[in-house]
T-cell receptor, first 109, second 111 residues
Framework: KNEVEQSPQNLTAQEGEFITINCSYS?????LHWLQQHPGGGIVSLFM???GKKKHGRLIATINIQEKHSSLHITASHPRDSAVYIC???????????FGKGTHLIIQP | DADVTQTPRNRITKTGKRIMLECSQT?????MYWYRQDPGLGLRLIYY???????NKGEISDGYSVSRQAQAKFSLSLESAIPNQTALYFC??????????FGSGTRLTVV
């Protein structure tokens, strides 16, 4: 089974700061997912990537397949970015995803 | 309408009761999943289905059962609910190699 580690677990920052969330996994994968979960519970898919970098608005996701590591960056952070960010990879054996425990991000005005 | 709809959104039930959580999707995806989320543990896979005739157990299937009534509908049942099944439950769909789409979740409390 793939093991997924995220860091940090909790992050509080000021509005406008550059944010980095890290994800490491133990077994080679075809693609990695970054998800966002706002208070109230709903989960939204932000990125699915298998190599290089993807950008959507102020969010940037990168992945290094050789090092089994991915990062999620938020530029010019805003209080509305406050959420839990979850990294997920295909699970070993059964289908479905194996999830990290999430990074709880708070952006203060 | 949401792509993946879960009902109910919130439910409080008593120990020993049978309860069904329902999920329907308009994505046209074949693959559907039920996950459970507990604080500090992340999401864990309960059951998944590749089509109406294909049901598979996930990591934590004990105490749960599922039914795939149609391509668009995937229900999760707790035959006899117990307090440690109190959690946030998510249904999700996937087209195979694409991103996943999640429902809004069902918050279940077993008292």
């Amino acid at each position: 089974k793939n093991e997924v580690e995220q860091s940090p677990q909790n992050l509080t920052a000021q509005e406008g700061e550059f944010i980095t969330i890290n994800c490491s996994y133990s077994v080679g994968i075809s693609a990695l997912h970054w998800l966002q979960q706002h208070p109230g519970g709903g989960i939204v898919s932000l990125f699915m990537l298998s190599s290089g970098k993807k950008k959507h608005g102020r969010l940037i996701a990168t992945i290094n397949i050789q090092e089994k590591h991915s990062s999620l960056h938020i530029t010019a952070s805003h209080p509305r970015d406050s959420a839990v960010y979850i990294c997920a990879v295909p699970g070993g054996g059964a289908d479905g995803l194996t999830f990290g425990k999430g990074t709880h991000l708070i952006i203060q005005p | 309408d949401a792509d993946v709809t879960q009902t109910p959104r919130n439910r409080i039930t008593k120990t020993g009761k049978r309860i069904m959580l329902e999920c329907s999707q308009t994505k046209g995806h074949d693959r559907m999943y039920w996950y459970r989320q507990d604080p500090g543990l992340g999401l864990r896979l309960i059951y998944y289905s590749f089509d109406v005739k294909d049901i598979n157990k996930g990591e934590i299937s004990d105490g749960y059962s599922v039914s795939r009534q149609a391509q668009a509908k995937f229900s999760l049942s707790l035959e006899s609910a117990i307090p440690n099944q109190t959690a946030l439950y998510f249904c999700a769909t996937s087209g195979g190699r694409g991103p996943y789409t999640f429902g809004s979740g069902t918050r279940l409390t077993v008292v």
